[in-house]
């Protein structure tokens, strides 16, 4: 006498497990592809000159200080657009800025010439309040 199962072939053995793993892989494939393209996308943002620029002139300014408290961290999802050619360029970007204190949102408005960004606006939007601080106004 013969076992069943030995007579049954691979397939009918496996499929229970294989079906699942089949559907399962293309969807674990995109979203690999997806998070990948979401990583590049933000890093080029926030690795860029003048985001850090944007940044850093908010971490020093103290008014933002007093707003938000030190220290100041980034957000994750900056938004907005970067566009660069050769040593020319334009950036209007929104960047989220948290401190013990509060919460807001940095908005960065810069060309670029020469290699050179130059900001001609630079606010920041406290969250909760209708304030917003001017970063490019003279002290």
Excluded at 29 to 46: D, P, Q, R, T, Y
Excluded at 77 to 94: C, E, Q
Aim: with cysteine.
């Amino acid at each position: 006498m013969s076992n069943s199962y030995e007579e049954r072939g691979w397939w009918a053995r496996n499929w229970y497990w294989v079906v699942p793993l089949g559907c399962l892989a293309p969807v674990i494939v995109c979203a690999g592809i997806g998070a990948g393209v979401f990583s590049l996308v933000f890093g080029a943002l926030k690795g860029s000159d003048v985001y850090k620029q944007a940044v850093d002139l908010a971490r020093n300014h103290p008014a933002v200080q007093a707003a938000l408290g030190t220290p100041i961290s980034e957000g994750a999802l900056p938004s907005g657009t970067l566009n660069t050619i050769n040593d020319g360029g334009n950036a209007d970007i929104h960047i989220p800025l948290s401190g013990p204190k509060g919460a807001g949102s940095l908005h960065a408005v810069a060309t670029r010439a020469g290699g050179n960004w130059t900001m001609s606006s630079l606010v920041l939007d406290v969250a909760g309040t209708d304030k917003h601080i001017d970063l490019l106004v003279k002290r």
